[in-house]
Nanobody, 118 residues
Framework: QVQLVESGGGLVQAGGSLRLSCAAS????????MGWYRQTPGKEREFVAG????????HYADFVKGRFTISRDGAKNTMSLQLSSLKPEDTATYYC???????????WGKGSLVTVSS
């Protein structure tokens, strides 16, 4: 059974940094493209960053390029998102996503709230 659990969210001042982690159980990274999405109340969930393809490569939304870095640790089955140079508009609930490469439904974590104060 796939389970994704995010951690590391919190309150940070603008310009600061945070590191989000996603503990993935029941997931073999080679069979999934992993990613981070975010959502604020009343808005659609939006793509932030992902790791996928062959060879494995990171992809970022334009609004986070140069500020966020996605990574994963296959030995620990975890994925991380380093958030730097945070802006108030980065305030959102961040979700871990596992997208099966060969068909099937996506899996989502419950989310981790990041609040950036001005």
């Amino acid at each position: 059974q796939v389970q994704l659990v995010e951690s590391g969210g919190g309150l940070v001042q603008a310009g600061g940094s945070l590191r989000l982690s996603c503990a993935a159980s029941g997931v073999t990274f080679g069979y999934y493209d992993m990613g981070w999405y975010r959502q604020t109340p009343g808005k659609e969930r939006e793509f932030v960053a992902g790791l996928g393809g062959s060879p494995l490569s990171p992809h970022y939304a334009d609004f986070v390029k140069g500020r966020f870095t996605i990574s994963r640790d296959g030995a620990k089955n975890t994925m991380s998102l380093q958030l730097s140079s945070l802006k108030p508009e980065d305030t959102a609930t961040y979700y871990c996503n596992a997208h099966p490469r060969y068909g099937g439904l996506d899996y989502w974590g419950k989310g981790s709230l990041v609040t950036v104060s001005s």
